[in-house]
């Protein structure tokens, strides 16, 4: 059976992407505890709020809490302040709050797509980088150790 292509995706491929639902993985123990949690959350977000939006924000969220340590010492030789790395800690909570939320709100409004799964996954994907220079940064880590981290 031949598929016609006119881009990236075969007109095969666009027919699944219509097909495509998501599925996610297991709960665990604190995901049971934490839904009690996020479930208030979402009920404070009102339904014009769109789930890419909650996405975005809290990646926002990862990218200025990096920002305010580049602020202190870029050459991750420096001392950072520790009222930086309390700031950086609760941006990544908001971060993990809003990414365990916009499924939910995207689920509510009836808006889930694969292309916000994919701009999910692609701000997760992103947030690690900032994660682990934050970690770097805490830990002092040098140069060389960074470069190795980022590429594991």
Same mark, same amino acid.
């Given at each position: 059976?031949?598929?016609? /292509? +006119?881009?990236?995706?075969?007109s095969?491929?666009? +027919?699944?992407?219509?097909?495509? +639902? ?5 709960? %665990?123990?604190?995901?049971?505890? !934490?839904?009690?949690?996020?479930k ?14 909650? /996405? ?10 990096? !920002?305010?340590?580049? !602020?202190?010492?870029? /050459?991750?030789? $420096?001392?950072?302040?520790?009222? =930086?790395? @309390?700031?950086?800690?609760? =941006?990544i @909570?908001?971060?993990? %709050? ?5 499924? +939910?709100?995207?689920?509510? /409004? ?5 292309? $916000?799964?994919l701009?999910?996954?692609? =701000?997760?994907? @992103? ?8 970690i =770097?940064?805490? $830990?002092?880590? $040098? ?10």
């Amino acid at each position: 059976m031949s598929t016609i /292509t +006119k881009g990236p995706i075969s007109s095969e491929g666009l +027919k699944e992407l219509d097909n495509y +639902k998501y599925h996610g993985g297991e709960w %665990t123990s604190l995901d049971r505890v !934490m839904d009690i949690f996020w479930k208030f959350v979402i009920s404070l977000i009102p339904e014009w709020v769109a789930p890419n939006l909650i /996405t975005f924000i809290g990646w926002l969220s990862v990218v200025f809490s990096y !920002m305010i340590i580049l !602020m202190h010492d870029a /050459t991750m030789n $420096g001392v950072v302040p520790n009222w =930086c790395f @309390f700031v950086t800690a609760f =941006c990544i @909570f908001f971060y993990s %709050t809003l990414d365990a939320i916009d499924g +939910k709100q995207a689920r509510r /409004t009836n808006s889930s797509s694969p292309l $916000g799964q994919l701009f999910d996954h692609g =701000c997760d994907s @992103f947030s690690m980088t900032f994660f682990i220079l934050a970690i =770097c940064q805490a $830990g002092q880590v $040098g140069d060389h150790e960074v470069i190795l981290l980022l590429m594991v």
